[in-house]
């Protein structure tokens, strides 16, 4: 499975950015799927996660409230829409898919990772 994510860009605090991640599998339900980020210095850490279905999302409490994960499964896209961004979403956002089906918030769950997109909030 190879993914590629997409949309990450320099947006002020406050604003808004949606990711996106596509998948190249024909399988593509057969996977539950996540963002996770990695700041500078920083260990790379859960963002959001996402059932095969669409169901079950998961939120970071850093990020709960303001973030939301989607998944279209017509065209094999995940997203993260971000809102009220702030300096310390800064990061690298990894888009990650896995056999469990129900989505997970442990790196360890994850056997297949994009590239990155980089996503840098200030004025």
């Known amino acids: 499975v190879q993914l590629v994510e997409s949309g990450g860009e320099l947006v002020q605090p406050g604003g808004s950015l949606r990711l996106s991640c596509k998948a190249s599998t024909r399988s593509f339900k057969n996977y539950g799927m996540a963002w996770f980020r990695q700041a500078p210095g920083k260990e790379r850490e859960f963002v959001a996660s996402i059932s095969w279905s669409g169901e079950n999302p998961r939120y970071a409490d850093s990020v709960s409230r303001r973030f939301t994960i989607s998944r279209d499964n017509t065209i094999n896209t995940i997203y993260l829409q971000m809102s009220s961004l702030k300096p310390e979403d800064t990061a690298v956002y990894y888009c990650?898919?896995?056999?469990?089906?129900?989505?997970?918030?442990?790196?360890?769950?994850?056997?297949?990772w994009g590239q990155g997109t980089q996503v840098t909030v200030s004025s």
């Open positions: 990650a898919a896995g056999g469990n089906l129900l989505g997970s918030s442990l790196r360890s769950e994850y056997d297949f």
